[in-house]
Each structure stands twice: as structure tokens, then as C-alpha cells.
């Protein structure tokens, strides 16, 4: 739940608490209602709120343990977007999103037992591949597409993708995690007011339209951000110094280009423009993106090699 309180960080250079907000989580962790035991394994990574920790089960299943330290959550606003965090994730099952499989705590720490992706992040990918094919590209946005149909036909916004936010299983399946941000609108037609989300990311209306708001399509411009990144290997309005004033300003003048060196197709870049429209009423909607022709346009890969997390499908 990085961004749930720093809300405005860059995903370069996540703030980090002080060291002493994390506590070690103890060599086993147990659910005191339930009895289940989980043996600690290997650090993970840390975010801004939790540790991540390797566990296993009795039965030697794998998972991942998100460990939130419950001195570091210091207001009550704080304590309740942690419980808003694994309120909405709990209610979420879908085969692109990192399962959750429950929540407890003992005096120190509240522990959230969660789907472990041994590939990472995608981050880590594009850090070794730099960028990825458009046939990679067209199968990952598939498997993201689903994902966030399936949440806003649950009326659940994500609000913070991005791709530290988007994990690897072993089997290569692209996962969504971190509902630090999420929303549920709980009426049609509501409208949330909070800004967040990641300044690379972040939709035209959170940061100019606080009076009218915004709703799901803030995740359909994020969409257009991931994939413009999958292809070109850095985000549309990243600016050099990575000043985040620029960055504000390049998204709401709408200035991006498509370098002429590294060249993609016509239709993903139509798809990426579409994506990446000021106003929101106008981005299209889910099942209008999968029909779009850059999903049709061979090759259409079933599924992707691990080999794929070093070299390009091309030339493994
Ligand atoms: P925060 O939400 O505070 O950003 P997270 O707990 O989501 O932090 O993640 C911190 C790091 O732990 C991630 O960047 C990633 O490296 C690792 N991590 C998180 N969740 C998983 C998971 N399900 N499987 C494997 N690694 C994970």
C-alpha cells in the first residue's frame, strides 16, 4: 500500500519510511484464530508500508506475506485504508489477480497471506529486456484487460496500475497486486474526489478536474501509460530530470511522442492515442479496447516462454 498515504511518489523513487517502522516478522507467523502456521522464508521486497516475505505453509505451499509493521500505521485514516486495502482485495478471485488468501495479526504486525509471483515485477522485466515485442505486448494487455473488466464490472477502481504493480507467476501469467489505492464506487454515477496515484500514471482529471472527479476511466488512461511503456521501455511523459511538475504539465498539454528510432506498428499506436485521450468520457471502454484491430493483428501468441524474462520470444 505504497501509495495509500505518500500518495504522490514517484515509482522511481519510492519515499521509504524509517528503517524502524518495519519489524521482523517472527521465524514462524501464526493465525491465532484459524491455527495456520506459515515458516518465514527469504525478504521479498519492501514497499513503502510493508515488507514482503516468502512463506510456506504446513503443506510446503508457497505464498507471499505482506508484513505491515502496526507502530508505522500511526493515524486512524491510515489504519482504515490498510483495512479499505484488504477489504477489496479479499473480495477479488480472478486468475490475472494476485489471489489473496487471508488476513491476521499478532501484537505487531498485521499479516496478509497473498499468491506468490515468482517472477516479479514487471518492472524487473522491462529493467533486463528494456521493452518488449508487440506480440508479448498484445497477450500481457490481454490478460490485464480482463483483469480490470473483471474489477470494474465489481466496482472496484484500481487507481495506482502501474508496472511495480503488476507481478509475473511462475508460469508467466501477468497478475495485478497492491489495492493500496483502490476505490469501490458504491453508486452509479459516483464520483471520487482523492488524488492519488503515481505521477507517470496519473489520469488528466485527478490532477485538473478535482471538482468533477473521476471514475474508472482514470484506469483506462494508466492502461495507455503500461502499454505505451511495454513497447517504447520508458513512460510517455517521463521528462528527463524526472521533475514532477513536468510531468504534470507534459500530461495535461497531452505531449508524448513515438520516437522514430524504435518504431511500432500504426495500430498500436492508434490503440496508445486512444488510450491516452484528455477527456475521460472519451477513452473507449474495456470490451471496445479488446475489439480493437491491434489485438487481432497476428502473430497472437498463446502463451510466453520463461525464457521471455531475458530475451525476446524473437530470438529465444
Ligand atoms: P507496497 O505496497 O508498500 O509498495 P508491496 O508489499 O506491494 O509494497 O511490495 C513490496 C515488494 O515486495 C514488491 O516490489 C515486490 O518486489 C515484492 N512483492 C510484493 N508482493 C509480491 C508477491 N505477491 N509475490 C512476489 N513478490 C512480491
Known amino acids: 500500500m505504497a501509495g495509500a498515504i505518500a500518495q504522490m511518489e514517484s515509482e522511481k523513487v519510492p519515499p521509504k519510511p524509517p528503517r524502524q517502522a518495519f519489524s521482523i516478522p517472527p521465524a514462524i507467523i501464526r493465525n491465532r484464530k484459524t491455527g495456520a502456521a506459515y515458516i518465514t522464508g527469504g525478504l521479498l521486497g519492501e514497499g513503502g508500508f510493508a ?15 505482506k508484513v505491515v509493521a502496526k507502530a508505522s500505521l500511526k493515524t486512524q485514516k491510515q489504519r482504515q485504508k490498510l483495512h479499505g486495502e484488504i477489504a477489496i482485495h479479499r473480495a477479488l478471485s480472478h486468475r490475472n489477480i494476485v489471489r489473496f488468501y487471508e488476513a491476521f495479526e499478532d501484537d505487531e504486525n498485521i499479516y496478509m ?32 484487460l480482463t483483469a480490470v473488466r473483471y474489477m470494474h464490472l465489481n466496482r472496484v477502481i484500481h487507481r495506482d496500475l502501474k508496472l511495480g504493480n503488476l507481478f509475473l507467476s511462475k508460469d508467466m501469467q501477468l497478475k495485478i497486486g497492491d489495492f ?103 477513452r473507449p471502454n474495456i470490451d471496445d479496447i479488446l475489439n480493437d484491430p491491434f489485438f487481432t493483428t497476428p502473430p497472437v501468441l498463446k502463451s510466453i516462454p520463461v525464457s521471455c524474462l531475458n530475451n525476446s520470444p524473437e530470438t529465444s
Open 51 to 65: 515488507r514482503c516475505y516468502e512463506v510456506a505453509d504446513s503443506g510446503r505451499r508457497r505464498f507471499a506475506a
Open 113 to 144: 497471506i497473498v499468491e506468490l509471483c515468482e517472477n516479479k515485477t514487471f518492472v524487473d522485466l522491462l529493467k533486463q529486456r528494456r521493452r518488449l515485442t508487440e506480440p508479448e505486448t498484445r497477450l500481457y494487455m490481454v490478460q490485464l
Open 180 to 282: 493500496g489505492l483502490a476505490a469501490v464506487i458504491k453508486h452509479d454515477g459516483e464520483r471520487k474526489k482523492t488524488i492519488c496515484g503515481t505521477p507517470n500514471y496519473i489520469a488528466p482529471e485527478v490532477l485538473f478536474d478535482q471538482q468533477n472527479g473521476h471514475s474508472y476511466e482514470v484506469d483506462i488512461w494508466s492502461l495507455g501509460v503500461i502499454m505505451y511503456t511495454f513497447l517504447i521501455g520508458r513512460p510517455p511523459f517521463q521528462t528527463k530530470d524526472k521533475d514532477v511538475k513536468a510531468i504534470y504539465k507534459k500530461i495535461r498539454d497531452n505531449v508524448y511522442e513515438f520516437p522514430s528510432n524504435a518504431p511500432i506498428s500504426l495500430a498500436a499506436e492508434n490503440l496508445i492515442s486512444n488510450l491516452l485521450h484528455t477527456r475521460p468520457e472519451c
